[in-house]
Structure formats: structure tokens, C-alpha cells
């Protein structure tokens, strides 16, 4: 089955998208930024899996 939706790399070709990489001296892991994305698009009962990574991607 093939998507008629581009693929990311056919977006940067045509330079629709610009990505940015926002670093900063403190930290955050990955469980809290899935928590703050949850409560900001109002979602609730939301189950979390965590697949690879360090102890799976919660560090």
C-alpha cells in the first residue's frame, strides 16, 4: 500500500518544512515531554509504550 502523502525527505527537497534542533543546558527525557504534548492536546487515558533506548528510551 503506498501513502500519497510525501515522504520527509521529499519535503525538504522541495523545502516546504524547516526543522529546527532547540538544545538547552538542562534536560528533559522523553516520558515527560509524551506527558506535556498529552495534557496540552487534552487527551486523557493515554497509554505510554516505550520501545529501545536506554532502560526503553526512559532516560
Known sequence: MTSSR???SEL?????VEM???GSEDQID???IAEI???EMGHEDVKLKFTGGIDNGRR
Open 30 to 32: 522523553v516520558k515527560t
Open 6 to 8: 510525501p515522504c520527509l
Open 37 to 39: 504534548v498529552i495534557e
Open 12 to 16: 525538504l527537497d522541495r523545502e516546504l
Open 20 to 22: 529546527f534542533n532547540v
